[in-house]
């Protein structure tokens, strides 16, 4: 945090390159993470989107650190404001971890400790990093759980987790990554075990965090929609890559990459009601057993030959795809 | 009056907590022991004609998965009666028919994990004289058709199959049954987008090519008014609007409706639109001890005196279109 003696430049808070997280299991290699590339810069937030077995929240555990054997990073790189973090040892990853980039989960009640009460719980997470008393810790806790929007805070902090609510437990693990002025969140699925009134308050107050206080969010999530009112820029990943990317309105207008069309037009809310949806063939694939070249060509109905060969991922216009056959203006507005 | 196909006649669904130790022998003793049930349930009325889908929609703990349990004789309303083709189904406790099935959320906890998938959809056909054990293949095979899946899975075991084929098993299970109201349990919460979209697909298909009666409980809001001819929206209990789907989504008349329907995040959305996203204040209450007067009223934006202190009555404002807000016109 003192290093902060330079000018602010827009460097980005968080950059990521060709991350690649394994597991090694007995029936062969899964590349769960397979040379995934973003960055993050200070304030923005960005949705990591895609469907279960893609490879979303392996990407947020491999950022901090926390993929456990069989699984293993074996390439790539994540700068937290020009620190290298992939390779770093335990110590140094604890010293990171809560204090510069923070994580929050989906269930919030498997996060938080039931025999603590939240201002314990809060302030192991302030000792862990800095020498703090009581009594400054419980100021600096009670600030935190106001800002996310906690009424009656310095009271709360003697509740324990069972007393709040769905929503308000997950408000908590939200003030306490942010205790230490985090400058970058992981934010795994926090709102789809909450009610949408629920996970509308959340959203609204996640956007107002990053633009208040400038801290960066990747938001990982399965559902598009909730992606759509918070995140600046989209990242679509399918078998452990990233297939298309780029700010979140172009993306969703004009998708390029059959895959993002496709999970687009499923969407009932795209549809007129009543109507059959469109569907996606088939299933996603056993990262065991990944089709030779582009991932996706086997559901795809754009597929040729050229398809057997690995699409790269082409950059223009400030959007990414990794397609042979792009489309554009599917989906009209 | 002719009664509609499945009714519902002003249920009540009450759960008392256990006693204690303590408090079972001091009210042994004679003492009074304050005892506050749960309403989950709060005095529900509804008609579905034939053939129809109502959505039930409502955010955790409103009741709607209690009301469906009761609709699909699982639950014994505490008050009331859901009376399906004019025979209750339930008496004394006892579910009377194997008219209703249900549809649960999670495909991996509702199947059996020892059976094959074959035995899971022929048990109840076989003990209902359904269908007899020389045909029991062909039965199977029917079904699971029906449900989108190659007959030949008969002999595979339920851990075999990914989430969205399981719901198909399940769903072909409900439907070898035969049964004229399918009573369906957030049956797409669990499911991937585009595999939601494959079963989604599937109910419309069996909607139109079977004269079935779809009860559709369901969180989100977008899957519902998709599939559902009428919609009833529940909260704390009771229905708070009920009508056509077009009509509620379109018009809603509760402002727990409105307020619902804006904390949907758009998927599409004008750069300033997120300005005008106003997600609804505080917190559900407490099933125990739901507010005084409409139970909306805490939370509500233009709630007035009498808001905090009679209870709206759920009533007609427009065709087929009814809501209990004292301020709805």
Redesign the interface.
């Known amino acids: 945090m003192t290093a902060a003696g330079k000018p602010i430049s827009e460097a980005p808070i968080l950059e990521v390159r060709d991350l690649a997280t394994h597991f090694f299991t007995r029936a062969g290699v899964v590349k769960a993470v397979d040379g995934v590339s973003f960055s993050l810069n200070r304030g923005e937030i960005i949705g990591l989107v895609g469907?279960?077995g893609s490879g979303k929240s392996v990407t947020g555990f491999s950022l901090i650190g926390l993929v456990d054997p069989p699984g293993r990073i074996v390439g790539g790189s994540v700068k937290l404001e020009g620190q290298e973090l992939v390779g770093l040892n335990d110590a140094g990853l604890r010293k990171v971890r809560g204090a510069r980039i923070a994580m929050v989960f989906q269930d919030p009640m498997v996060t938080l400790n039931p025999v603590l009460t939240i201002g314990q719980q809060m302030h192991l997470a302030l000792a862990a990093h800095e020498s703090i008393s009581k009594r400054a810790a419980r100021a600096r806790s009670a600030e935190a759980l106001t800002r996310v929007g906690i009424p009656d805070a310095p009271a709360r902090l003697d509740a324990y987790p069972h007393q709040f609510?769905?929503?308000?437990r997950q408000r908590v693990a939200i003030a306490i990554a942010l205790l230490h002025g985090t400058k970058a969140i992981i934010a795994d699925e926090p709102t789809t075990a909450l009610?949408?009134?629920?996970?509308?308050?959340i959203?609204?107050e996640m956007?107002e965090l990053a633009r208040e206080m400038g801290t960066a969010l990747v938001w990982i999530s399965?559902?598009?929609?909730?992606v759509?009112?918070?995140a600046s820029r989209i990242l679509v990943m399918y078998a452990g890559r990233i297939v298309e990317e780029g700010p979140t309105?172009q993306v969703?207008?004009s998708p390029r990459h059959p895959y993002t069309a496709?999970?687009?037009r499923?969407?009932?809310?795209?549809?007129k009601?009543?109507?059959?949806?469109?569907?996606?063939p088939g299933?996603?694939p056993s990262l065991l057993d990944l089709p030779e070249g582009c991932p996706f060509r086997p559901r795809c109905d754009r597929a040729s030959e050229l398809c057997a060969k690995d699409p790269p991922m082409t950059r223009a216009d400030d959007r990414g795809y990794r397609c042979h056959h792009t489309l554009e203006e599917m989906v009209s507005? | 009056m002719s009664e509609a196909f499945i009714s519902i006649n002003d249920v009540y669904k009450r759960f008392s907590p256990r006693l204690s130790m303590a408090d079972r022998i001091v009210s042994k003793l004679g003492a009074r022991v304050e005892t506050r049930p749960v309403r989950a349930v709060d005095g529900v009325t509804l008609m579905v004609e034939r053939g129809q889908t109502l959505g039930l929609v409502g955010e955790s703990g409103c009741g709607k998965s209690t009301l469906g349990r009761m609709i699909a004789g699982i639950l014994e309303p505490t008050g009331g009666q859901v009376r399906i083709d004019g025979k209750p189904v339930m008496q004394g406790g006892r579910k009377a028919d194997t008219r209703i099935q249900t549809i649960f959320q999670d495909p991996f906890a509702s199947l059996d994990p020892r059976m094959r998938v074959g035995d899971i959809i022929a048990e109840g056909p076989l003990a209902h004289g359904l269908a007899d054990k020389a045909g029991e293949r062909a039965y199977v095979a029917a079904y699971l058709e029906r449900a989108g899946l190659d007959p030949s899975f008969a002999d595979r075991f339920p851990h075999q199959f990914s989430g969205g084929q399981r719901q198909r098993i399940a769903i072909a299970r409900a439907l070898a049954m035969q049964p004229d109201v399918l009573v369906c349990d957030e049956p797409v919460a669990s499911l991937d987008v585009s595999i939601q979209a494959q079963i989604v697909n599937l109910f419309l298909k069996l909607r139109r090519e079977m004269s079935i009666t779809l009860i559709f409980i369901s969180h989100d809001l977008s899957v519902v008014r998709h599939v559902s001819d009428h919609v009833a929206i529940m909260y704390l209990g009771r229905i708070v609007e009920s009508g056509p789907t077009e009509k509620i989504y379109t018009d809603p008349k509760h402002p727990y409706t409105k307020g619902l329907l804006e904390s949907v995040p758009k998927l599409l959305v004008e750069d300033d639109a997120l300005v005008h996203f106003k997600p609804i204040m505080g917190e559900i209450p407490s099933p125990l001890a739901p507010p005084a007067g409409c139970h909306f009223n805490p939370r509500c934006p233009i709630a007035v005196e009498l808001c905090r202190s009679e209870d709206p009555r759920l009533r007609l404002i427009g065709p087929g279109h009814c809501a209990a807000c004292h301020l709805a016109e």
């Open positions: 469907e279960s609510s769905g929503g308000m009610d949408v009134s629920i996970q509308a308050q959203l609204s956007r399965h559902d598009l929609s909730t759509s009112t918070l309105a969703l207008r496709g999970l687009l499923s969407l009932p809310a795209m549809a009601p009543g109507t059959d949806l469109e569907q996606i299933t996603t507005a």
